[in-house]
Nanobody, 133 residues
Framework: QVQLVEAGGGLVQPGDSLKLSCKASGIRLEDFTIGWFRQAPGKEREGVSC????????YYTDSVKGRFTVSRDKAKRTLDLQMTSLKPEDTATYYC??????????????????????????WGQGTQVTVPS
C-alpha cells in the first residue's frame, strides 16, 4: 500500500522559516515526480512546487519564488520543502503528491496555473502551516 506522509507543519510567526518533509512507504520517492500543494480554507488547492523525476528540475508558483526551496534528502529518503520568510498568506494545509509524469507534463511551467492535480497519483494527508497576521 502506498502512503505519503507530510511532517513539519506548525504555527510560526511572519518572517519565520519552516521545513516540511514528505516521506513515502510502498514506493520510492526517487522514482517519482513530487509536487507540493497547498489549500487554504475556502480556496482551491494550488501547486506550490514540483521536482521532476526526469531531470531534477524544479518549479515554483510565483508567490513563493525566492522564499521556498524543494530538495531531496537522499539519506533520509524525503522530499523537503524549505520555507523561509513566511507570510500570513502562506497559511494552508500543505500536501505532497507523487506523479509518474514530469512536472512539465503535469502542467508546471512559468506559472502553476495549469498544474493538473489529476496527474498526481498518490497524495499525503497534509500538514497544517499557520502564519498569523
Amino acid at each position: 500500500q502506498v502512503q505519503l506522509v507530510e511532517a513539519g507543519g506548525g504555527l510560526v510567526q511572519p518572517g519565520d522559516s519552516l521545513k516540511l518533509s514528505c516521506k513515502a512507504s510502498g514506493i520510492r520517492l526517487e522514482d517519482f515526480t513530487i509536487g507540493w500543494f497547498r489549500q487554504a480554507p475556502g480556496k482551491e488547492r494550488e501547486g506550490v512546487s514540483c521536482m521532476s523525476i526526469t531531470d531534477g528540475s524544479t518549479y515554483y508558483t510565483d508567490s513563493v519564488k525566492g522564499r521556498f526551496t524543494v530538495s531531496r534528502d537522499k539519506a533520509k529518503r524525503t522530499l523537503d520543502l524549505q520555507m523561509t520568510s513566511l507570510k500570513p498568506e502562506d497559511t494552508a494545509t500543505y500536501y505532497c503528491a507523487a506523479s509518474f509524469s514530469s512536472c512539465q507534463f503535469a502542467g508546471w511551467g512559468d506559472t502553476s496555473a495549469y498544474v493538473r492535480t489529476a496527474d498526481f497519483a498518490y497524495w499525503g494527508q497534509g500538514t497544517q502551516v499557520t502564519v498569523p497576521s
